[in-house]
């Protein structure tokens, strides 16, 4: 009798030792699993990331940062006359990583074309629209240092940086705006003095109709051309 009375209570140690152990196997299987809710954050956190208003005192450690995380270098400008590709050039790592950055901001959307001469430049990434200047105080107020020795010449097709409009004697770069060269032949005057950072490589045909629309006596379009969108492509 007690023998038998032994062995049942073995019996039931067994079981609750199975059930533990099942327990645990359920609780350590949970734990191993994607846990959807925190990826969903971590997107989320991700995606919201915050950045420092950029200045001239720290916009180039900033880029020197970014562009080590940021190695995109081609770009679709949608405009209201067709879409424009481009590709950014990797030696000039700080006008490619500015351009990428405000890419991703969604600054050039709805900017325009405000500068247009026929056999010279198409200028774009500034507007009239109050946005664009909230747009820029958010993002910050810097400039470029020019980087013109990588052996680029302002051919027809590439896109470079003009000076900022303030007194500026080394030209340096304003980050939110560019020009591409539409002269044949290029416009190799402005060799030296402007930082080319890409080249054009699909839709020159229209960069010839942005530049052969009408405008008023500062170069602006008598009617507005828009940038509907820039988006990073592969």
């Known amino acids: 009798m007690k023998l038998k009375f032994i062995f049942c209570l073995f019996i039931i140690f067994l079981n609750c ?37 950029l200045t001239d005192a720290n916009a180039m450690d900033f880029f020197l940062e970014y562009e080590k995380h940021n190695k995109e270098n081609k770009v679709r400008i949608t405009t209201d006359f067709g879409t424009i590709d481009i590709l ?20 050039f959307n709805g900017t325009q074309f405000y500068r247009v001469i026929n056999n010279f430049i198409v200028q774009a990434g500034n507007s009239d629209d109050k946005k664009t200047a909230r747009k820029r105080a958010k993002i ?9 020795n990588r052996g680029f010449k302002h051919d027809r097709g590439v896109i470079s940086m003009p000076s ?6 080394y ?4 980050p939110f705006e560019f020009f591409i ?11 030296g003095d402007y930082t080319i950072f890409g080249r054009v490589i699909k839709g020159m045909d ?5 530049a052969a629309v009408k405008t008023d006596a500062s170069d602006w379009p008598l009617h ?11």
């Open 181 to 191: 060269i539409q002269q044949q032949g290029g416009s190799h005057f402005l060799d």
């Open 88 to 107: 950014l050039f990797d030696e000039t790592k700080f006008h490619r990583a500015n351009f990428i950055f405000l890419t991703k901001q969604g600054y």
């Open 224 to 234: 507005n051309i828009y940038i509907r969108k820039v988006e990073i492509i592969n």
């Open 140 to 148: 910050g107020k810097y400039l470029l240092p020019t980087d013109t």
């Open 171 to 174: 030209k340096l770069a304003s």
């Open 164 to 169: 900022g409009e303030i007194d500026n004697p």
């Open 206 to 210: 229209v960069i010839d109709k942005i």
């Open 17 to 53: 030792e199975d059930k533990q152990s099942d327990k645990k196997k359920k609780q350590e299987t949970f734990q191993k699993s994607p846990d959807k809710k925190a990826s969903v954050k971590d997107s989320i956190l991700i995606t919201k990331q915050k950045f420092p208003v």
